[in-house]
């Protein structure tokens, strides 16, 4: 069985989830290949990944640019008015002596989306090239790391109960960035959906010398690297 | 492929957890790397039960701290006032505001406590070895993963309460000391999710199926 395998086939998958070892089927773009045992998805085949991502990546630093310079929301009470940026969120915290909350809220909401947005921006343009550099994987693998914790949807599900919750104290104005946040939160999910990390790894440059075509016969499957 | 399942496990393989390459290791348990891409390998997440549990029970002390002690305090001329994350969630029950409150509710008191029932749930029945509902497990397991983060929701809600209502001296709100064990409930029940190994709620039921065949 394991025979049947050549020697650093990338079609040989164990599932992240079950350990079952399996082959990935050739699936058409669009297509998902699931695990035969647990149904979690080993290979989602996007369309035209590179070139989808690209764009998406662009107008995503293009958004989160706008939504951290210009004011999210407002507050007018007793005729003064006081604006706030997601960033000001994070002052207040700190100044309040909560620094750990604040650094916790600077990284969800501004850092790890700039870095998920930058990461991948990076990738996608190195992976033009047919064969990339070794360190493209640092940076995909980066990228994996940081989408758990880049939140921009949940801060926004938060700035709105915030707002519900001032609303009977004062009158809230909400500012261009608020908007511009929405429009992230989609852009930020449909960049993620075009990416397809199976493609870009086989493209990527193998962190070890590939060995030599005589080694490939009679190894079954790779030996790894020590 | 034959029909009986076989785990990578199994024949000495393990499958790159960042790139997805599957390797053979070598016999001795020597420090060893993906060829691909450079990631440390291992057959089985190292010391996951031990590490998770550690979280688990980290968080689940912290938890106590976070729901009783006010995590907003309200300041005005004529005095002040403070609320807890429950407090916060009845405060903002209204005619109009009760969808929020119960997402609120949901999110900052349900979705901790089920997580650290969930894995401590899962943590038990690999330790005696369940071989049942291996499937409904995994379920439980990506579950969790995936709605553990929206828990930070009422982090950010008590961040943008204090941001925008600074309006000295009129009135003014400053956060609590709960926010910090809150958040440290959210970060750490996230990272005792990721140290949690799925494949070994398969493990005993494989080696059982071999056994017999």
């Known amino acids: 069985m394991i025979r049947s395998a050549s020697a650093f086939d990338s079609r040989l998958r164990a599932c992240p989830d079950c350990d079952l070892l399996q082959r990935l089927p050739p699936v058409p773009a669009g297509g998902v290949a699931q695990c035969a045992r647990c149904q979690a998805p080993l290979w989602r085949h996007k369309p035209d990944s590179l070139r989808r991502t690209l764009a998406l990546a662009l107008a995503g630093a293009i958004l989160w640019l706008i939504a951290n310079t210009v004011p999210m929301l407002g507050l007018s009470v007793a005729g003064r008015e006081a604006f706030t940026t997601v960033f000001g969120g994070v002052l207040a915290m700190w100044r309040d002596g909560r620094q750990e909350v604040a650094m916790l809220v600077l990284f969800t909401a501004v850092i790890a989306p700039a870095l998920e947005i930058v990461c991948l921006l990076a990738v996608v343009l190195a992976l033009r090239r047919p064969s990339a550099p070794h360190w493209v994987g640092m940076l995909l693998r980066g990228y994996e790391l940081v989408r758990e914790w880049s939140m921009i949807e949940i801060m926004l599900l938060g700035v709105l109960v915030a707002l519900i919750k001032i609303a009977e104290l004062a009158t809230v104005i909400p500012g261009l960035a608020l908007f511009v946040l929405g429009a992230l939160v989609f852009l930020l999910a449909a960049m993620a959906a075009a990416f397809d990390t199976h493609l870009a790894w086989a493209r990527i440059e193998w962190a070890d010398e590939r060995p030599l075509p005589g080694e490939r016969s ?9 | 492929m034959s029909a009986t399942p076989v785990s990578a496990m199994s024949l000495g393989l393990a499958g790159c957890e960042v790139c997805g390459l599957v390797s053979r290791l070598p016999v001795g348990g020597v420090v060893t790397h993906c060829p691909r891409c450079g990631e440390r390998l291992h057959l089985r997440r190292p ?13 689940l002390i912290l938890y106590v701290p976070a729901n009783l ?3 907003l305090s309200t300041y005005t001329p004529l005095g002040s006032d403070t609320a807890t994350i429950m407090e916060g969630v009845v405060e903002l029950w209204s005619p109009s505001s009760w969808p929020l409150a119960i997402i609120v509710f949901v999110a900052s008191i349900t979705i901790p406590l089920g997580k650290l029932i969930a894995l401590a749930y899962l943590l038990i029945s690999v330790q005696r070895g369940s071989v049942k509902s291996t499937e409904q497990r995994v379920r439980l397991y990506r579950m969790v993963k995936f709605i553990g983060r929206w828990s930070m929701l009422d982090v950010f809600v008590d961040t943008f309460v204090v941001a ?3 309006l000295r001296p009129l009135m003014w709100v400053e956060p609590g000391a709960g926010v910090i064990f809150f958040a440290g409930v959210v970060v750490l029940t996230m990272v005792a999710v990721n140290c949690f190994d799925p494949r070994l709620i398969w493990d005993l039921p494989q080696q059982e199926k071999q056994g017999n065949a």
């Open chain 1, 218 to 226: 009679t190894a079954c499957v790779p030996e790894a690297r020590r």
């Open chain 2, 47 to 59: 010391a996951s039960i031990e590490r998770t549990w550690a979280l688990v029970i980290a968080a």
């Open chain 2, 69 to 71: 002690l006010p995590v």
């Open chain 2, 164 to 166: 925008l209502i600074q």
